[in-house]
């Protein structure tokens, strides 16, 4: 007798605007059988240079709203919500949230020999130190370095261009030369920002050989998957749902860059009115 | 008789952000006499990437709270609200209201011998035409070009760095072949956004010396100064008051770069509860 299909997992997606679609992007390829839901809050973007308090207000309410659309597990793919956010996010909900941060330093524990490790990331992220953090708990040494140049490069589309590369070589000329001074031997890159895996074949060019570059989307995914229960037999699930809070147009236009395919369509929603302040 | 002194005038300031500290800090130096009250709508920066109807909403709220704090004239330094959302503001205020779009357009139509005036900003200010519209308004004919990493460069401290020399030759290359391709014989340089000002000498030294920089922070100063009624004989004014909707502590330390002087207090202040949807 045949089983009924069951309704596949539904999974929330959150970011403060499109970088995260990298991580729904190499979720997609992981979870197939997944039904997702992407909210990108990018009306309030970036919270990169916004406070902890100010930040986990509007993670919040992005949580609320992925819950209140039936999320079984919610994905923080917002580095900076990750890093300020997670315990009020977890707080405030009653399904497995898994963040890009605790992600990314699960890899590095599992990538690193010499367990010294470069973080780069948003201001805001680092000057939280949760990369550090999340590092010290699983033994390794983590050195960050802030490199608020390369989001908007990325978004103005120069990616594989000399000035990017020459940003990039002055970053880690000093990210390394940090590391000699404190005396630590990295054999580990961690992208800290769901923007930067665009730029990964430059990230890798710049670096010498001996480091090893973690892409948090694609490492993301592989651990969602892992925790995921799935149900043996699903009916295949509909196309990933976007929500935004501001412009579904540029939402649509930007954002196909980020997934690596076309965004068909955008709901347009408000979060301000919903937050529980 | 001696006359008795009147209260200063009260003049309140608007930006997004900390760019409009620059507007503040020529305001102080043109109008000495008067009280100023600067808004920064940090929790909410930048403005550039919303759209139209966000940013009016935002715009409006921040006005409205200027207005509460007794202010008799409002300056917009904020180029994406000017450019957006100054009808929208003049028909919440019912005190003049003068904005840097239009600041910007009255001097290059005053420094422009050939009609033919170049301009950068940010990309929401340039994709809404606000400045080719103004300029046209006077006869002039505008190009506009978006400079997105400029702002970046601006806050990560690369003020006379090597890689923002090689940004701005870049753009002002793509601008001058644009102005060529139209057959346009541009002889000003209009700065469309407040954090322009700070890359001033490097901007000189990356175009021909035929090129007229105007600095819409000393503009808009000027022409304030000419439209505010003073009283004949006031009493000392306070010093300026600052509000931010985010981190003071950010507000200080990052707005003393703009404003030119350090900055010893911030009130936080919440926008969002207040905003009249």
Known sequence: MAQPLSHPARIGVFDSGFGG?????????????????????????????????????????????????????????????????????????????????????????????SGDVMVIATAATVESHAYSAACAERGLHAIEKACPLLVPLVEEGWIDHPVTSEVLRIYFSELLAQAREAALHPDTLLLGCTHYPLLRSQIEAALPESIHVIDSAEVTAAQVAAAVHLPAAVAAPPPPRFFATDSPEKFRRLGSRFLGQPIHHVELIDLESSTRA
Chains 1, 2 share one sequence.
Do not use: M, W
């Not at 970036?46 to 406070?51: E, H, M």
């Not at 405030?92 to 590095?108: C, D, H, K, Q, S």
């Open 21 to 113: 679609l990298t991580v729904l992007q190499a979720l997609l390829r992981y979870i197939p059988s997944a039904e997702f839901l992407y909210l990108g809050d990018t009306a309030r973007l970036p919270y990169g240079a916004k406070s902890r308090k100010t930040i986990a207000r509007y993670a919040v309410s992005a949580a609320e709203f992925l819950l209140d659309q039936g999320s079984q597990y919610l994905v923080i793919a917002c580095n900076t919500a990750s890093a300020l956010a997670l315990d009020d996010i977890r707080a405030a909900a009653p399904v497995p949230v898994l963040g890009v941060v605790e992600t990314g330093a699960n890899a590095a524990k599992a990538h690193s020999h």
